[in-house]
């Protein structure tokens, strides 16, 4: 059997496969609640063969939200609609997981489609917050440094989403501390300059973090994995960094969490990413060798043989895809077929193959 298409066991979960399809925003729900376009996303991806399907970010408050069209778990409202999708997900062998998130800083930005910009209070946008109150660039509004009040009830949704997300049916929890949303902003020396016990120390500055995951863990089940994402450097001296990045690794690794995805930049603007196919492979591989936590790798991962020797290589245990799911939701048929593997395809589609 091929590394690719090998089981993994985490705490109770079962993988079919190392093939996970990485949380992809789509931009298309109102008010937060999933709709049938999510549906068939999602499910088109389970039906392709993939072995975890993580849902796009969901924002924990209506203020967390990248856009005004972002999922959300903020309310039990939204539980029925996304249970639909996670029993469908399941129905064909895949399992599903949901990314945890808040924007920060980089929160109230119309869709990709539509410039991306940041909007303003008349077009539908909100006042943003984070650590500190710098502005990601030129272009976007200065947010609000968050009061330790508003600290804990960013902790205090993320714990209540994920009690939703179990409602929901999901079976792995990620955390998104990456891509210069709110978490990593915390990480960040360049975006968190401050002075009480959420700025300055590293210690200090993964805070946040530590206090969510501790805060999920009161209503996630101990048997249930919980992921991480981070972002492993900043790309730029004076950021977060790879050397950091394995220190909250082990330390999140001593908390119980089960798996660190790992991608890189998002908190600098205009920074310059040596970006080439498997640009981030060597995170995972870092972070793993140097903890033993299991590790997820994504970007420009386009090639059945590439992850097969990205495994093979123990770089990492988990391949994320992205882009190449967006263009081939069956990647994972294709990849079997060009490894020679053989795997079950759904009894529908049984007579197409070759």
Not at 100 to 109: D, F, I
């Amino acid at each position: 059997m091929t590394k690719l298409f090998s089981p993994l066991e985490i705490k109770s979960v079962h993988l079919n496969n190392r093939i996970a399809i990485s949380p992809m925003c789509q931009y298309s729900a109102e008010d937060g609640f999933a709709s049938d376009w999510h549906l068939v996303h999602l499910g088109s991806r389970a039906v392709g063969g993939a072995g975890l399907i993580i849902a796009e970010a969901c924002a924990v408050v209506p203020e967390g939200r990248i856009s005004p069209f972002d999922l959300g778990l903020w309310k039990d409202e939204h539980i029925p609609n996304l249970k639909r999708i996670t029993a469908f997900i399941e129905s064909h062998g895949t399992v599903p997981a949901i990314q945890l998130a808040h924007a920060g800083r980089k929160a109230s930005c119309a869709q990709p489609w539509k410039g991306g910009e940041m909007l303003s209070r008349e077009e539908g946008g909100w006042q943003t917050f984070a650590p500190s109150a710098i502005p990601f660039n030129e272009k976007y509004p200065t947010p609000i440094s968050l009061t330790i009040e508003g600290i804990y009830k960013v902790i205090n949704s993320f714990k209540e989403a994920a009690r939703r997300a179990l409602e929901a049916g999901f079976k792995i929890i990620e955390i998104h501390a990456a891509h210069g949303y709110l978490i990593h902003e915390f990480f960040s020396p360049l975006s968190n300059q401050r002075m009480d016990s959420y700025g300055g120390s590293f210690q200090n500055r993964i805070r946040v973090l530590c206090e969510i995951v501790i805060a999920i863990q009161e209503v996630w089940p101990a048997n249930l994995p919980i992921f991480v994402r981070i972002s492993s450097t900043d790309w730029v001296d004076g950021g977060w960094n790879i050397d950091e990045s394995i220190e909250l690794s082990n330390i999140l690794k001593n908390m119980g969490v089960d798996l660190i995805d790992c991608s890189s930049g998002g908190n600098v603007s205009n920074v310059r990413i040596p970006i080439a196919p498997g640009y981030q492979v060597p995170f995972s591989k870092k972070i793993k060798a140097a903890t033993g936590i299991l590790t997820g790798t994504v970007g420009l991962i386009t090639d059945a043989h590439q992850a097969e020797t990205i495994l093979l290589n123990e770089e990492a245990d988990l391949i994320l895809f992205a882009r190449e799911s967006l263009r081939n939701p069956y990647f994972p048929m294709n990849a079997a077929s060009a490894l020679n593997e053989k795997i079950d395809w759904p009894i529908q589609y049984d007579r197409a193959k070759k």
